[in-house]
């Protein structure tokens, strides 16, 4: 069967022209590092940070596929919570946006095809979420796979944002090996839902996506809050593909390491260049990358141009390729002890950190239990050690190795609890993306605005599913009105840091002259 028939987006008459999207400034790119080297052969560390701007009434829309779990140990409460999570969703979306829902239990069922968000199609999908039963087997790969043909078989893909947000509770015990399936440039959002769901499944799902991540979804009453974070980072991607190149400058410098979390890395050794794909990037989101270079040694004091940084997005259906940025560096006859700044230690112990997570998981998983929580004292210890202990981060990172060690006091509750903790963890801080876990509220780490706004919605939202909800639209509008240069302020950064550039280097040029 071919799904090919998704919907048409038809605008109303009455909603006016869709604005033109700006395509320039959609990122800021910043870069931390020591100004200065010695003149002997070193290494020197420059933090790159690529930040999305602010969300507008210009976004790509949305093909949205929810592929929801309805075996038999879903039936009663669950499917209840799934329903209202849903409901949320669906009262979330704007007529740009498109939602088909797929379901699995032994086998796959589209229960419908890529629907345009109207009033009534947000009655019929409504009508078919309240409808759900759950009965049968578990086969993730069925649903997985479904969820897939729905979106390349789309006959409407243009510059449209996709998601696959997949939830289950058990583990799967029909079809083949879902952490098998090829799911190619689509972001799928993995959901392990009660204390009996398989972690290491649905987070190899999300790791063989880009951009994907897995929320553990402990508590049966936080659904609606963790699809509600997922979904605030859809509705607000503001640019797509997005890569980012570093290059050496021929014998000042050489690449050793970029850090970059899980996202895919191609090294081209005749360039001498590192590119990383991020895939789409959220508003206000942040993709921290460290390269470690090596500078040769140098006879005698002077500047040099030791890497050279751009990047690349679409947005809109358009392409735009920021221009080369240089980092300079004066070599001097400096101590070779120079201490690095502050916000990159700080990185550097969030690297170290989830880490040290990684391997005490890995003992858990060996039943090494009491080598794994000397693991995340350790890594406790050294948190003391951090110089910026006032920097937000600091402080979640030592809640989440606290939450962590109460999940490892005995191999029964690490086997229901510490594990999917310790896996959300990991794609957590691999995509440098939010992904919930333990009670959703507490642990922050790499939420948006948006999801902050959302989180309150959803709790309302369950509290009393029969409560208006804001739609997109509407949060747009109040982000506007709160901040209205914001849709144009990406693109004056943009420019005055080029023009900037521009007098550097003509600077430059005369300097050389003279």
């Known amino acids: 069967m071919i799904f090919n028939d998704d919907d048409k ?93 797929v379901t699995f239990s032994a086998d796959a069922n589209r229960l419908c095809p890529l629907r345009q968000i109207t009033e009534n199609s947000q009655k019929d999908l409504e009508k078919l979420i309240n409808g759900l039963n759950a009965d049968g087997a578990t086969n993730i790969t069925a649903g997985l796979q479904t969820g897939l043909k729905v979106l390349s078989d789309r006959s409407l893909s243009g510059g449209r944002v996709v998601g696959i947000m997949l939830m289950s509770d058990g583990e799967q015990n029909a079809g083949g090996d879902a952490a098998q399936v090829p799911v190619g440039n689509v972001p799928v959002y993995t959901f392990g839902f ?40 859809l509705l607000t991607v503001v640019v797509q ?17 970029v850090s970059a979390g899980s996202y895919p890395q191609f090294k081209d050794d005749d360039a001498g260049s590192v590119t ?10 942040v993709r921290t990358v460290i390269v470690d270079l090596l500078l040769p040694e140098v006879s005698k004091e002077r500047g040099a141009e030791v890497l050279e940084i751009t990047y690349l997005y679409s947005t809109g259906g358009k392409l735009f390729e920021a221009p080369p940025a240089i980092i300079n560096v004066r070599r001097s006859g400096m101590s070779p002890d120079q201490q690095e700044m502050p916000e990159v230690l700080t990185e550097e112990t ?47 990172l030592r809640s989440e190795l606290q939450q962590l060690l109460k999940l490892m006091k005995s191999q029964e509750i690490y086997e229901k609890q510490g594990r999917p903790f310790a896996l959300s ?24 605005p ?65």
């Open 425 to 448: 963890s990991e794609t957590c801080h691999d995509r440098q993306r939010f992904a919930s876990r333990g009670d959703v509220e507490s642990l922050r780490l790499y939420a948006t």
């Open 276 to 285: 990383v794909t991020f895939g789409d990037l959220y508003s206000k989101e």
């Open 194 to 233: 009660g204390i009996n769901h398989e972690p290491r499944v649905l987070k190899a799902i999300a790791h063989n996506s880009i951009g994907g991540t897995f929320s553990d979804v402990q508590d049966t009453n936080n659904l609606s809050k963790a699809f509600s974070q997922c979904l605030a980072g």
């Open 450 to 514: 948006r999801m902050d706004k959302y989180l309150e919605q959803a709790k309302s939202f369950e509290e009393d599913p029969s409560k208006p909800l804001p739609s997109v639209d509407e949060d747009v509008k109040e982000e506007l009105a709160a901040n209205p240069i914001a849709p144009i302020a990406g693109a004056i950064t943009f420019y005055i840091h080029a023009a900037i550039q521009s007098l550097q280097a003509i600077e430059k040029v005369i300097n050389r002259g003279l």
């Open 9 to 101: 987006i038809l605008i109303p008459q009455d909603s006016g022209p869709r604005p033109t999207p700006i395509v320039v400034g959609r990122v800021q790119l910043i870069s931390r590092n020591n100004n200065t080297a010695p003149l002997q052969e070193s290494k020197f560390k420059v933090m790159l940070e690529l930040t999305g701007g602010d969300s507008s009434n210009d976004r790509p829309g949305l093909d949205l596929v929810a592929v929801l779990d309805v075996s038999g140990s879903m039936a009663g409460d669950k499917i209840e919570k799934v329903k209202t999570a849903m409901l949320f969703v669906i009262k979330k979306l704007s007529p740009i946006d498109r939602l088909s829902v």
């Open 241 to 257: 593909d997005l890569k980012l190149t570093v290059t050496r400058c021929k014998d000042e410098s050489t690449i050793e390491q």
């Open 350 to 396: 969030r690297l170290r950190t989830a880490r040290m997570i990684k391997e005490a998981r890995v003992m858990a998983d060996d039943s090494k239990l009491d080598d794994a929580r000397d693991k995340l004292v350790e890594a406790q210890n050294l948190l003391e050690d951090v110089l910026d202990e006032s920097n937000p981060l600091v402080e979640m």
